[in-house]
Structure formats: C-alpha cells, structure tokens
C-alpha cells in the first residue's frame, strides 16, 4: 500500500528543523507531500514560489517527496490527494496546546485522516521560522538553523548585516 502524509505549513522560510521532520516521515511514509498553505491574510517574508523553490532545492536529494502548495481547508486537500495523514513536528511543549487544537478540528472536520506528530531532534528543539527570521534581520549568523537555499536568500534579503531601524 502507498502511504502518503501530507507535511503542511507556512515554510517561510523552510529551516534545519522541518528537513529533520521530512527524513523522519519518510521513514512511516512512502510518500510525503511537502504542502504550503497559500495565505494571503498572513503576513510573509518570502512569497510562496520563492517558498516553493527553497524547499525544492533543499530536498532535491531526498527521494519521495513532493512540493505543492493548496488553499482551504487542510482536509480537503488531504483528501483530494489521498493522503492517510497528516505530519506535524512537535518540539517543546509550548506546541502541544495549538498542535492539539489543529489535529482536533481536522478530525471532526474529517474522521479519515490521522495526525501524526513526530518530535523534532533535540538540536532544533528551539528553532522556529520565526525565531530565525528575526535573527537574520538584525544581522546573527542562523547559517546552522537553515539550508544554503535559505541561508542565501535571507543574506539577500538583509545583506548578511544588522538592518538599520
Ligand atoms: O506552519 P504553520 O503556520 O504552523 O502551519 C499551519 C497550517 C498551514 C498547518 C494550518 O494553518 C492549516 O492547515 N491551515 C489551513 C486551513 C485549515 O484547514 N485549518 C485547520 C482547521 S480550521
């Protein structure tokens, strides 16, 4: 049987901490659907094709893994590309409460699908998209936390210094 997970977020960008949680899906999984929520109510760093092309060139070794994007609910799509679950990455417990949130609203939205949360590796505990923008914008060094495909798009965006105020 072909067993695809749907791994679903904003990626923006794609860090060290995602890319561990892909390889450790594909491992359950024979497939999994790197899936990019389209959100224009949300604010974003990088448009959602520059989001696309980090995470193609950042898995373009890993064999099973498929990039797309979607809009609406996370259910839907999982059902329209018959996926049997959906994986999230849990790190500290901070996590848990809107992890569980999510997960219990999927499944009253549709009973099919499982959530499946894996736990990060220990060195990404406390690395977050978010964390690692705001570090990169004032100019810290996140070339550890990211891939060289990230790694080089934020030294563009914020020139590899501290962004004046
Ligand atoms: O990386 P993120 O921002 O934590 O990912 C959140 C995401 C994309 C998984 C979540 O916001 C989502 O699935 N949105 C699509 C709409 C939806 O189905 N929401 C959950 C039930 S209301």
């Given at each position: 049987?072909?067993?695809?997970?749907?791994?679903?977020?904003?990626?923006?960008?794609?860090?060290?901490?995602?890319?561990?949680?892909?390889?450790?899906?594909?491992?359950?999984?024979?497939?999994?659907?790197?899936?990019?929520?389209?959100?224009?109510?949300?604010?974003?760093?990088?448009?959602?094709?520059?989001?696309?092309?980090?995470?193609?060139?950042?898995?373009?070794?890993?064999?099973?893994?498929?990039?797309?994007?979607?809009?609406?609910?996370?259910?839907?799509?999982?059902?329209?590309?018959?996926?049997?679950?959906?994986?999230?990455?849990?790190?500290?417990?901070?996590?848990?409460?809107?992890?569980?949130?999510?997960?219990?609203?999927?499944?009253?939205?549709?009973?099919?699908?499982?959530?499946?949360?894996?736990?990060?590796?220990?060195?990404?505990?406390?690395?977050?998209?978010?964390?690692?923008?705001e570090?990169?914008r004032f100019g810290?060094?996140?070339?550890?936390?990211?891939?060289?495909?990230?790694?080089?798009?934020?030294?563009?965006?914020f020139?590899?210094g501290a962004e004046s105020a």
């Amino acid at each position: 049987m072909n067993r695809i997970a749907i791994y679903p977020g904003s990626f923006d960008p794609v860090t060290n901490g995602h890319l561990d949680i892909l390889r450790r899906g594909l491992r359950l999984f024979d497939r999994v659907i790197v899936a990019i929520l389209i959100n224009p109510g949300k604010e974003s760093l990088f448009p959602v094709p520059e989001r696309v092309a980090m995470l193609e060139e950042s898995t373009k070794d890993i064999r099973n893994v498929e990039i797309d994007t979607f809009n609406g609910l996370l259910v839907d799509y999982a059902a329209q590309r018959k996926a049997h679950a959906i994986l999230r990455g849990m790190r500290a417990i901070s996590d848990f409460e809107y992890e569980f949130q999510l997960a219990m609203m999927n499944r009253k939205l549709n009973r099919e699908i499982q959530t499946v949360f894996l736990m990060t590796g220990f060195r990404w505990i406390f690395t977050s998209s978010s964390i690692i923008k705001e570090a990169a914008r004032f100019g810290g060094d996140v070339d550890d936390m990211v891939p060289p495909a990230v790694s080089r798009r934020l030294k563009e965006k914020f020139g590899g210094g501290a962004e004046s105020a």
